[in-house]
């Protein structure tokens, strides 16, 4: 039984229920959204003192206050994990009202996700949604509770209507509000368990075509605060210059003109950099570009030249006498290889990705002799809390991190660096609130990008064309040895989300997948979708290779491979459909890729013509079938897919970070690429729901079938011209016809 399951089997502790004056906290303001927005919207504080639980309030007016326990990024969750709770608790959607929860991972975390709150890996609505449908029904047998106090009858008799508790035999009801009013906690606190949830044809909200987001409205009108919004009474800025190179730190430092720009109070010495704390952001700016230091020289870093590491990868890949990490073993691959008829052997390549998030990196820090209090738009409050208590040397019950609405994650703010930068200047200007930005440039030059990987893959065909083995071996650094060297180490040196991916549905009697770690000092980091991005690349444009060598379509293929699969194949059958696969176009071609993350099943097409002198590659239309498993939000779900594809193919086409010598060399939109609008496709999404099985992740899902869909079209479009390394620039794309020219010759 999976761990999903297993949580939807269990039933809450009192514990999780304990009512503490005050405890629920209150969130940071965010600002309101339009007064005559529809269904719930976004508050500041907790409304009423009727608390059944540490997640839900109740005002004498009628007004739920619910709390959303994850970060809000432009995913959807600050509307899908309080809906659940209302859902539950037959609340009026329109009478709710959601804060952001505090930092308090004993009743927020995620059960998903080690306990802690930290949102990313697409695991917010898999790991809280069992819990907090179960927070929803608790708190409904709460409300029954107190109802049949107040009207002296069994609480058997009574039932609930949206936010309402209704007697039948007396043709009685009492609305939520007027029992916050009049009502007491029933003691002992009712339990709930999974007997005590709705069907799934009770349902109101789960499933609902028109639910709307409640942070889209703010966000339209301007009103939504982000981090990089906070205001503070008596706020510094602070800004830090760091080193170029990674590891290094300040040998010498001239801050004498930096000094003197008018508002800078204080430079502040750091291990990794120089932080200067001032009135304004424009004179901390100012005074950073004024500084003259020298640097350390001593890092190992600056031995860190991307384009040399990755053919040195590739050449880890190809040496099959060197071994790895068995990440996965069925069958006997290398053997059934060696005595195939036939032998697929290729790489694939991927370069550094940064995050290239809207809003760049920032948060404020006040450090008081209580503790530290925090405003950031972070993804993992439990370890904003942990890294600033460990700087500080006090415990993390003594910070309070408020987690405002983030410009864009995808996991670069599940880091702590930008954090570390606030506290550390406010550690110097205690008392009062210092507020850090980034720079676009500071974003760009100092990411955790995307590690680099180069995958050698080896398939083995009998006679007939049938896969006899499949080996694939990832060479790459390791994100979980420097983010959780604890899972690394009881992994015995795996690193899953590096080669997630790998592992497919597709039917091979043996396959061998190895990790070959390598370490070169650079930080690398989780970037959405994270190993399926180049993962996915490999294995789905090696299906199309199979295909070729086969004479065999790929799709049919995909079919054929998938034949134990139905919900695999239900999404290629129905993106097959909606491309109109076999139709012929004229100067274009169309591709087809497939991915099974994160618990979904997702297929998509893409349609590309490809200029034959320049070398670029445009993408009119992407199609995408989405099999979420039961669907929370379906208008959401297509909302993340849009976003994911263009953020595929954005970094398919042209995103790519260069290192030389330790140093970044791209530094803003300028140099590092990204899609313009002008650029992007159309792209048409269907969503198929299965509610007998599990919400899979869904803000991720889309992104890793697009580069390859892209990928295969081109190969389809010049007839086996084949790209195998992200991106696909115009000159790698040159250079790959020019090859296929060569050897035609």
Not at 37 to 44: I, K, R, S
Not at 443 to 454: F, N, T
Not at 616 to 637: K, M, S, T, Y
Not at 663 to 692: C, G, K, L, W
Request: hydrophobic letters at 40%; aromatic letters at 6%; one cysteine or more.
């Amino acid at each position: 039984m999976s761990k999903t399951l297993q949580l939807t089997a269990s039933s809450l502790s009192r514990r999780s229920f304990l009512i503490t004056i005050g405890g629920a906290g209150i969130a940071v303001t965010f600002g309101g959204l339009a007064r005559d927005a529809l269904g719930a919207n976004m508050a500041t504080a907790l409304a009423g003192d009727y608390r059944p639980n540490v997640w839900v309030s109740i005002a004498a007016d009628g007004t739920v206050s619910i709390m959303s326990p994850a970060s809000e990024m432009g995913q959807g969750v600050m509307t899908t994990l309080p809906l659940l709770i209302a859902e539950e608790m037959d609340a009026d959607w329109d009478k709710v009202r959601i804060l952001q929860a505090p930092s308090d991972a004993e009743r927020y975390g995620n059960p998903g996700f080690f306990g802690i709150q930290l949102t990313g890996g697409s695991e917010s609505t898999r790991g809280y949604f069992s819990l907090l449908r179960l927070v929803g029904a608790q708190t409904r047998k709460v409300l029954l509770a107190s109802a049949a106090d107040i009207l002296g009858v069994p609480v058997g008799e009574l039932a609930t209507e949206p936010h309402k508790v209704v007697h039948a035999p007396s043709g009685r009801s009492l609305a939520y509000g007027e029992i916050a009013a009049a009502g007491s906690l029933p003691d002992p606190l009712p339990q709930a368990s999974e007997a005590d949830l709705k069907s799934q044809d009770q349902w109101r909200y789960i499933g609902n075509l028109t639910m709307p987001r409640i942070d889209v409205p703010a966000k339209v009108d301007g009103t939504a605060k982000f981090g990089i919004d906070v205001q503070l009474p008596g706020m510094l800025y602070g800004a830090v210059l760091r080193a170029p190179v990674q590891g290094d730190g300040p040998a010498n430092i001239d801050a004498a003109a930096a000094q003197a720009v008018r508002g800078v109070t204080q430079i502040v010495p750091l291990p990794y950099g120089i932080g200067i704390v001032g009135d304004t952001l424009e004179a901390v700016w100012r005074a950073k570009d004024l500084l003259n230091v020298s640097w350390t020289t001593s890092s190992r870093v600056r031995n860190y030249t991307s384009a040399d590491l990755l053919e040195r990868y590739r050449s880890i890949g190809r040496d099959l006498e060197r071994t790895g990490v068995t990440v996965h073993a069925e069958g006997d691959a290398v053997a059934a290889i060696a005595k195939a008829a036939t032998i697929i052997e290729v790489d694939y390549l991927a370069d550094h990705v940064h995050h290239a998030t809207m809003e760049p990196m920032n948060a404020t820090a006040l450090v008081t002799g209580d503790g530290a209090e925090i405003w950031a738009p972070t993804q993992g409050p439990t370890g904003t809390q942990g890294f600033a208590a460990e700087l500080l040397g006090i415990t993390a019950d003594k910070v309070k991190v408020n987690t405002t609405l983030l410009g864009g994650g995808f996991g670069r703010k599940a880091e702590a660096d930008f954090i570390i930068d606030a506290v550390s200047l406010a550690k110097a200007a205690p008392g009062r609130p210092v507020k850090v930005i980034w720079n676009r440039e500071d974003d760009v030059r100092h990411g955790k990008y995307r590690p680099l990987a180069a995958q050698h893959m080896q398939v083995g065909l009998d006679e007939a064309g049938n896969i006899t083995g499949w080996r694939h071996r990832v060479v790459a650094d390791s994100i979980f040895a420097r983010t959780l060297p604890e899972v690394f180490d009881s992994e015995g040196g795996r690193d899953s989300v590096v080669t997630e991916g790998t592992e497919f549905g597709y039917h091979v009697p043996s396959h061998l997948i190895e990790y070959l770690r390598q370490d070169n000092g650079q930080d690398v980091g989780f970037w959405r979708g994270v190993g399926l991005g180049y993962t996915k690349f490999g294995v789905e444009c090696v299906i199309d290779e199979i295909a070729a060598a086969r004479g065999m379509d790929p799709l049919a293929l995909r079919l054929e491979l998938l034949r134990d699969q139905p919900r695999a194949r239900h999404v290629i059958e129905t993106v097959a459909q909606m491309a109109e696969w076999d139709r012929a176009r004229d100067g274009r071609a169309l591709g087809l890729a497939y991915s099974d993350g994160f618990g979904a099943h997702c297929a998509q097409i893409a349609e590309i013509s490809l200029d034959r002198q320049s070398g670029e590659i445009r993408v009119h239309n992407v199609w995408c079938a989405v099999d979420p498993g039961l669907a929370v939000q379906p208008l959401n779900i297509e909302a993340q897919m849009i976003g994911a594809i263009t953020y595929g193919a954005s970094h398919a086409l042209f995103e790519q970070i260069n290192i030389v010598g330790g140093e970044v060399q791209e530094s803003n939109f300028d140099t590092y690429r990204v899609m313009r609008m002008s650029e992007a496709p159309e792209i048409h999404v269907t969503v198929i729901p299965t509610p007998e099985n599990p919400p899979a992740g869904v803000g991720e899902v889309g992104l890793p079938p697009t580069g390859p869909a892209i990928a295969n079209a081109v190969a389809r479009l010049t007839g086996g011209v084949r790209l195998r390394h992200y991106p696909f620039l115009p000159d790698r794309v040159l250079a790959a016809l020019g090859a296929s020219t060569s050897s035609a010759g």
